[in-house]
């Protein structure tokens, strides 16, 4: 049975979600920042809108232009210049795509990218540019997205992307999942979401009710870049789901001037554990138009590894990977040759 959700009462994290701002002014203010970054910020908003929740800014050091947080999420001219080898669909996403919405580029793994909508608006994102209007597996494009993984029974997994699925209300997910009950070869559900972290109230009952009562493993892959990001209200968000019996990693993305020092990584991949998160991935930067200023060069990221190595158990650290269009899985980035990377 599926627990219906009265559609009279709107749950919290939805008011959590309208009330997020929107506005680059506001930004500002509310975090104490200085005026004068008002002009580059509303240029680059024009392009891809600031989006950030309350418990996400409530965790923004007030006055900090410099805090690890703000700079995911503010917006900076330095996206409007161009540089080469940086383009809009860096990831080949747009011709992996087998039906609307449905990305088929690994084995066994399908990725439908359930919305176009997100809770948090990251700046260094690969899919801002992304056509979602026309990608997107919106409601009536679900029966293509279920007779794709229906006819191709090397499928093990679908992962929910977007965008961000847990933007999505439970009823529309409890149906996406009940629809895969009639999909025998599919014994895995993976949802890539950045929700429990910038709005933890989204883990309620009506979602662990859902998780609950599918047959299905849960894979949940958050996607957390500092530790400062994991307040406690995340932790218990955590706990809740690990209680559902949901395996919980963390992707990170390497992102220069939040996270790209051995000290800052290490302190992720502590707090990550203390909510009972393991880390999976560290991303490269995908080289996307507006997010050059975010990336790290890949002799400094493998060092940073190395680095990470020599001071945490194995399974806090992450794997490096950099996303490649038409490989067949995520690359593997290695040392390259001994003292290559600057600790
Ligand atoms: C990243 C990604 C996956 C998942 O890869 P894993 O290595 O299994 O985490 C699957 N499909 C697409 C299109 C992806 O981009
Ligand atoms: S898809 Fe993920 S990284 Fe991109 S804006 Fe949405 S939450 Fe941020």
């Given amino acids: 049975m599926i627990h219906r959700t009265d559609p009279a009462r709107q749950a919290p994290w939805r008011a959590e979600l309208a009330a997020a701002v929107n506005d680059p002014g506001e930004l500002l203010r509310v975090l104490g920042l200085p005026e004068d970054l008002l002009a580059s910020a509303r240029r680059a908003h024009e392009r891809f809108p600031v989006r950030v929740p309350p418990a996400y800014l409530a965790r923004i050091v007030r006055g900090d232009p410099g805090d690890p947080l703000l700079r995911q999420v503010l917006p900076l001219d330095l996206e409007e210049a161009a540089h080469p080898g940086f383009s809009k669909d860096p990831v080949g996403d747009l011709a992996a795509q087998v039906a609307p919405g449905v990305l088929h580029k690994y084995e066994g793994r399908v990725l439908l990218t359930a919305t176009g909508a ?30 794709h993984l229906a006819a191709d029974a090397s499928l093990r997994e679908v992962i929910l992307s977007g965008g961000d699925p847990l933007t999505l209300s439970d009823d529309r997910l409890a149906d996406l999942v009940e629809a895969l009950r009639d999909v025998p070869h599919i014994k895995r559900l993976r949802l890539h979401t950045r929700v429990p972290v910038v709005i933890p109230s989204r883990v309620d009952d009506a979602l662990l009710g859902w998780l609950a009562e599918t047959p299905l493993a849960v894979v949940m892959v958050l996607h957390t870049n500092h530790a400062q990001e994991i307040d406690e209200a995340v932790v218990r968000a955590c706990a ?23 000290d800052a990584l290490a302190a992720l991949s502590e707090r990550l554990f203390e909510a009972g998160v393991l880390p999976y991935y560290l991303h490269m930067l995908d080289r996307v138009e507006g997010a050059a200023h975010f990336a790290v060069d890949e002799a400094r990221a493998a060092g940073l590894m190395e ?4 001071r945490l158990p194995g399974y806090l650290v992450p794997r490096l990977v950099r996303e490649e269009a038409g490989a067949a899985a995520k690359v593997p980035v290695a040392a390259v040759g001994a003292g290559a990377g600057c600790r």
Avoid: I, M
């Avoid at 700046?123 to 293509?144: G, I, L, M, T, V």
């Avoid at 789901?241 to 990693?249: E, I, Y």
């Avoid at 963390?250 to 790209?260: C, F, R, T």
């Avoid at 680095?307 to 020599?310: F, P």
């Fill in 307 to 310: 680095t990470l190595r020599d």
């Fill in 240 to 262: 809740r789901l690990r209680k559902a019996q949901v395996t919980l990693l963390n992707q990170a993305v390497l992102l220069a001037g939040v996270n790209d020092d051995a």
């Fill in 118 to 147: 997100c809770a948090v608006h990251c700046r260094y994102c690969f899919r801002r540019h992304f056509p979602y209007a026309e990608a997107n597996a919106s409601r009536d494009r679900w029966r293509s997205a279920l007779a």
